[in-house]
T-cell receptor, first 112, second 115 residues
Framework: AQSVTQLGSHVSVSEGALVLLRCNYS??????LFWYVQYPNQGLQLLLK??????LVKGINGFEAEFKKSETSFHLTKPSAHMSDAAEYFC??????????FGPGTSLSVIP | DARVTQTPRHKVTEMGQEVTMRCQPI?????VFWYRQTMMQGLELLAY????????DSGMPKDRFSAEMPDATLATLKIQPSEPRDSAVYFC?????????????FGSGTRLTVV
């Protein structure tokens, strides 16, 4: 069965510093992987998606993620954190039946 | 921009009352999901539909929850009777299924409080 783990329920970075949010997946078939962001009191917004076309995926707001099959990872990065990046981030995997399974989420805080 | 519309945005109800949450998926999307979000459990998949047919509702307490799609423009999630432990934010999401690699679009959610 497909599943997703996110290391670190809470990450704090200084404004301007590198953002790294970790995601590892378990899948018996080539996965479709996603990162979503949730701002307070809002729904989830798609940041980026991996669909096997390219291992380095660029998304909105300067985020990108790299698919590493050997490590079963899909970590999210951003070179320089902005205050507006403070939010909850969810990694997700789509199963062969189109069911989307979410990880537990990582709360990102950005310190001025 | 196309969006998924959920109503109501907020609902406060007394224990034992029936609650109905509605979702209007994006026109043309054939897959609809219902998720529940709580601090303790995170995002839980309750049920999902493709072309209005239920594909999986194993995440839903069957004795009190029911999910339907009366037509392609409306999905409903009902709780009867409601209990305080049902307090959560309920999200609807829609997208294109059947192997399409796109992500799904979420609504803004219904915040349910059962007192």
């Amino acid at each position: 069965a497909q599943s997703v783990t996110q290391l670190g329920s809470h990450v704090s970075v200084s404004e301007g510093a590198l953002v790294l949010l970790r995601c590892n997946y378990s899948s018996s078939v080539p996965p479709y992987l996603f990162w979503y962001v949730q701002y307070p009191n809002q729904g989830l917004q798609l940041l980026l998606k991996y669909t096997s076309a390219a291992t380095l995926v660029k998304g909105i707001n300067g985020f990108e993620a790299e698919f590493k099959k050997s490590e079963t990872s899909f970590h999210l990065t951003k070179p320089s954190a902005h205050m507006s990046d403070a939010a909850e981030y969810f990694c997700a995997v789509k199963t062969s039946y189109d069911k989307v399974i979410f990880g537990p989420g990582t709360s990102l805080s950005v310190i001025p | 921009d196309a969006r998924v519309t959920q109503t109501p945005r907020h609902k406060v109800t007394e224990m034992g009352q029936e609650v109905t949450m509605r979702c209007q998926p994006i026109l043309g999307h054939n897959t609809v999901f219902w998720y529940r979000q709580t601090m303790m459990q995170g995002l839980e998949l309750l049920a999902y539909f493709r072309n209005r047919a239920p594909l999986d509702d194993s995440g839903m307490p069957k004795d009190r929850f029911s999910a339907e799609m009366p037509d392609a423009t409306l999905a409903t999630l009902k709780i009867q009777p409601s209990e305080p432990r049902d307090s959560a934010v309920y999200f609807c999401a829609s997208g294109l299924g059947q192997g399409q690699e796109g992500g799904y679009t979420f609504g803004s959610g219904t915040r349910l409080t059962v007192v």
